[in-house]
């Protein structure tokens, strides 16, 4: 060899290894990495001692039986887990025809899931495990049925949680965006998981992406009556003219009432202010320890309060009013106990937006009301009120791949933007229950059913009926509902007694309500509204594209369509009531 060969030879770089500039750049970036590990430690370190972790719901379905049963399944996936990252060889089930299978499942939707020999490898094996574990859990012999649909539900947990795509090891995606990066992407995801642990709670949006009363819940209105529980908003009007009866809303109390008040383009306050509604939103306060001896009866009480204030400003005999979720059970006792006391025309209508009152088949969250569970609640509510993230953790585990691991892969380990999304910035506002009352809603609704049985139930002293309930009721449930099924909000139809309208929307809990007619989606079914079942009333179902709500204003005006001219008390703050403060109140604003 020459020395102009030796020349080249040392010359020449190696692919295989880093370049200089690449191992300065990886160097820089676990140094920041330690350095944004020490500061989060300290700052924990700082912080109040003895905090509950949030983020793991999983762990509240603890029992004798599903400790035995995660441990052997836990052995199972080590086994699998291990032979992913020993693959040396291909098994004999594992052919290039069986890798090049489009999977279904959209996690694994990278090329490199069905063209990269391993990574299809231990894609076809995580499918097989989990399908044998899910299995398994399906034919265990010896359990009742509410055992095995929590086993199932912890089994379907568990197979999510350990998919490989949320390891970054074994996500190709998530390799190649940190070799593109060159680390960059890592480092952004750490910083987004040390602010979510800081505060307790998974982001799915951008924190300063919104500001209640800027640009999300700005519907123009005045606070014009406020108590100890909830502040009572009138938005400004629109029209020359109104209906003579007015609405009034109660939207749960365990979230924020401005899922129905997004943005102008999502609104339905707005939206339905433009039909020429005099629109009143109850907006609940965040239970604190001033609230410790809140119970049902308080919410019950403040929905009549809120019925009485508005009749008694604006003069008038009746309201129509709205109940979503929690509220519409409660609006359906509050209906039962006005009744029994003789003063049900109050209420010229109810509209129930995915609530209900039968909770025999009220769906997964029925797993959170055993002894286990409720022993765990009592200790989480220990300052009388549960901080409103164990909340929003439960109802995100229901769809645990959607709100929970696709965020992780998203937001931690490919360490993506958050979206500016305004119904995700919603979501993850969350607020804190009164423990009584959660204890109370819990036992004695979801898992004892009282509140179909007559009389069995008292509230504010008033035993209750709901077949007893004549008021006409418009009835909304979500074709794909997972918080409330749309079977169980069917049998709203079957314990109230006056005229009903059942209403199928397409999508689910949220869209299915918040759902414009200007955004042309989804669409609605109406059919025989005297039925004997769901199943006849869906045979009889005819769909209408788009929203349903021009269908439910124009029950709305069946019902009452006298219009009265727009001034003196229908003008927020300009009747008996004066105005307190700018809509949307302290009361959401509030931790």
């Known amino acids: 060899m020459n020395d102009g060969d030796k020349t080249n030879a040392t010359d020449t770089p190696n692919p295989f290894l880093p370049s200089p500039g690449d191992l300065q750049q990886w160097a820089s970036v676990m140094g920041r990495a330690q350095q944004m590990m020490v500061e989060y430690a300290l700052g924990q370190g700082a912080a109040e001692k003895g905090a509950v972790p949030v983020f793991d719901p999983g762990q509240w379905l603890g029992s004798p039986a599903t400790k035995i049963w995660a441990e052997q399944t836990t052995k199972m996936w080590e086994q699998g887990a291990r032979f992913w ?10 052919t290039p025809e069986t890798a090049a299978e489009t999977p279904r499942d959209k996690r694994f939707a990278d090329p490199d899931w069905t063209a990269n020999p391993v990574f299809a490898l231990i894609r076809q094996t995580y499918g097989m495990l989990s399908d044998q574990l899910l299995a398994t859990t399906r034919q265990m012999p010896g359990i009742d049925d509410a055992a095995r649909a929590k086993l199932e539900f912890a089994a379907k947990n568990m197979a999510e949680a350990l998919s490989p795509t949320n390891l970054a090891l074994t996500n190709p995606e998530v390799i190649r965006r940190a070799m593109e990066t060159r680390g960059e992407s890592l480092l952004k995801g750490l910083r987004h998981m040390l602010a979510d ?11 300063d992406a919104f500001e209640v009363g800027v640009n999300i819940a700005a519907t123009p209105g005045k606070v014009i009556h406020e108590t100890d529980l909830y502040q009572l908003i009138h ?4 029209t020359k003219e109104v209906f003579a009866v007015p609405l009034v809303i109660f939207p749960p ?5 401005y899922i129905l008040d997004l943005n102008p383009a999502k609104s339905f306050v707005a939206w339905a202010v433009e039909q020429g509604l005099s629109v009143f939103m109850v ?10 001896e809140v119970v049902w009866d308080d919410y019950v009480a403040a929905q009549v309060d809120a019925i009485d204030t508005v009749r008694d400003l604006l003069d008038v005999p009746h309201v129509h009013t709205i109940g979503y979720c929690v509220a519409g059970t409660t609006l359906a006792a509050t209906l039962a106990m006005l009744s029994a006391r003789g003063e049900a025309d109050t209420v010229k209508s109810a509209t129930f937006f995915t609530a209900q009152v039968d909770f025999e088949q009220a769906g997964d969250l029925k797993m959170f009301v055993d002894d286990s569970y409720l022993a765990l609640l009592e200790q989480l509510s220990a300052p009388g009120f549960l901080d409103g993230r164990y909340m929003a953790a439960t109802f995100n585990s229901l769809r645990g791949r959607d709100l929970i691991w696709n965020y992780v892969v998203s937001n931690y380990l490919l360490g993506n933007d958050y979206p500016p999304f305004d119904l995700l910035y919603w979501n993850g506002d969350t607020t804190n229950l009164p423990a009584k009352w959660h204890r109370q809603y819990l036992v004695e609704l979801y898992r004892d059913n009282r509140l179909v049985v007559p009389n069995s139930l008292a509230v504010c002293g008033t035993p209750i009926d709901l077949r007893k309930v004549q008021t006409p009721a418009y009835i909304q449930a979500g074709r794909e509902d997972h918080i409330a099924p749309l079977a169980s909000v069917w049998r709203l139809m079957d314990n109230l007694s006056g005229p009903k309208t059942f209403v199928l929307a397409g999508s689910g809990h949220i869209a299915g309500v918040v759902n414009p007619p200007a955004a042309g989606k989804y669409q609605y079914w109406t059919g025989d509204n005297d039925a004997a079942s769901l199943a006849d009333f869906e045979a009889s179902a005819a769909e209408t594209k788009g929203s349903w709500w021009p269908h439910w204003i124009g029950w709305i005006a069946q019902q009452d369509s006298a219009k009265t001219p727009t001034k003196s008390a229908r003008i927020p703050g300009k009747g008996a009531k004066k ?3 700018d809509a949307p109140g302290r009361y959401v604003k509030q931790r």
């Open 85 to 94: 990252t020993s693959l040396a060889t291909l098994t004999p089930g594992f």
């Open 197 to 207: 642990l800081s505060r307790g709670q998974l982001s799915h949006v951008d924190q």
């Open 235 to 238: 938005y400004a009007p629109t």
């Open 253 to 257: 109390w365990i979230n924020r009432f």
């Open 283 to 292: 907006s609940w306060k965040s239970a604190d320890a001033s609230m410790t």
């Open 579 to 581: 105005a307190i403060e």
